[in-house]
Every structure is written in structure tokens, then in C-alpha cells.
């Protein structure tokens, strides 16, 4: 699974009329596998893997205490890869690595980029190292068909905006709340506005993520993205077996769909 794969599973979805799935899931949390397999039957356009971390700056209480399972059960990020890399002949949609930058230097960027590319992974999020700092981890992915993608915030200017765009691969995370993940019930005034100026700066898709949990906010504001990113919802819905909850947020991506 390459950097061009990714692009194309989205720009498929686009042109079929749909918009793109992104479902995020915590690795370590429940059976990785099943819940990998699971998404892919249910239609998704590709799976963000959340890597356990003790100190998750982004994320809000339902990932926390997802991770907090996830470091019980033992699961780190060699164990991960390790494990992703024995199912990779398995999964047709392409993965996506969300890490903070910590377990990535423990690792070893090097190394680290190696087995990505070993375990198929398409994609690479790293939510605490911006723009500015984030060269050294690129440079590791150069020579490699793994995406680097990067994360615009609602308060960001237009010339960032440009910046952080222009140096992406595979989409633009177009953040859709100020703070951290988690379910929201309603959103600012001025996202649309806010998504209407990445998609005419960006050169990549723009996928909205943070705080969507419903059908309802999947279609809403899916209308205004290329795609959508759904992460405590789904966590949540895969903790306690409710996955019709997760049929439901993909369906809602799709065209023509009554809710």
C-alpha cells in the first residue's frame, strides 16, 4: 500500500459522488485485526491507527482511557507493526500510523520508517510536531511511498494554511474544533467558511476531523470536505460492541442516503 493508493482510495471515493471514510482506532484496544477487517467490509476509504501514548496532548477522555487499556494489555509500537505486518496481506485499504512524536524517537525514525514500510502502511500523522519542526521526521520518509500528512487548525492564517498544504501528501486534517478530540454536539460558526478556504488553498483532498460522532455531522459536514474523520465514536462504539453504531457512520458518507 503506497502514498499514491491512499490518494487514489480518496479521489475514488469523490468521483463514485461519496466522500471519504476515515474511521481512527486504537490499537491495543480490542482485537486490532478483527476491528481492522471490520471497517474494511464495512466500506471505508482508509483506517487511521492511534499508537498508545502515556501524555495524548490531542486526544480527549474516550481515547485516553483507550489508551490507558491499550498500555495494560502491553501493546506498544513495535508490537503494533509487528502485528500489522503478519496481516497486511489481509487488508486492501490503506493504514494510516497516528503517533505521537515520543514513541517514534524511542523507536528510532529510521528504523521506524523501515518496518512502516514493511507493514504497509500508506500514511503517517504525527500531532505534536508542527510544521516547523517536522523536517527531521519527513526526511525519513522520502525515499518511501508513505504519506505525511499534516493538520491545519481553525485559527490558522491563510499563508500558514498555504505552507502547511503545499508540504502535505495524501490530505489535509482540517481540525473542526478548537481543543481536543471527542464528541461534540454542535460546532463553530465559522468551519464552514474555514473549509471553504482550505479546499480552494489546498492541493491535496481536505478531510475534516475532531469531535464528528454522528450521521447526522458525517453528512453536515462531509458537504463541506472531501471527507470525514471519525475517532471517539468509533473507539467507543468498538469498546462496547455496538458496531451497527460504525455501519452507520460510514453509510452516512455515501450518496443518497436517507438517515
Known sequence: ??????????????????????????????????????????????????????????DGTTIQRAGERALQNGATLRTILSELYTI?????VPLIIMSYINPILSYGIDAFAE?????????????????????????????????????VSLTSPPDRIERIAGSGEGFLYAVTINGITGVRDEFADLLENHLKQLKEISPIPVLAG????TPEQVQAIGSLADGIIVGSAIVEAFHQNKQEK??????????????
Open 1 to 58: 500500500m503506497t502514498k499514491k493508493m491512499l490518494t487514489t482510495a480518496i479521489e475514488n471515493c469523490l468521483q463514485a459522488g461519496d466522500k471519504a471514510f476515515i474511521p481512527y482506532i486504537m490499537a491495543g484496544d480490542g482485537d486490532l485485526k478483527k476491528q481492522i477487517l471490520f471497517l474494511q467490509n464495512a466500506g471505508v476509504t482508509a483506517i487511521e491507527i492511534g499508537i498508545p501514548f502515556s501524555d495524548p496532548v490531542a
Open 88 to 92: 497486511k496481506e489481509e487488508v486492501s
Open 115 to 151: 518496518q512502516c514500510v514493511a507493514s504497509g502502511i500508506s500514511g503517517l500523522i504525527v500531532p505534536d510536531v508542527p510544521l516547523e519542526e517536522s523536517d527531521f521526521v519527513k526526511k525519513a520518509f522520502l525515499e518511501t511511498d508513505v504519506a505525511f500528512i499534516p493538520l
Open 210 to 213: 475532531f469531535g464528528i460522532s
Open 246 to 259: 460504525i455501519t452507520a457512520l460510514v453509510q452516512a458518507s455515501k450518496t443518497k442516503v436517507v438517515i
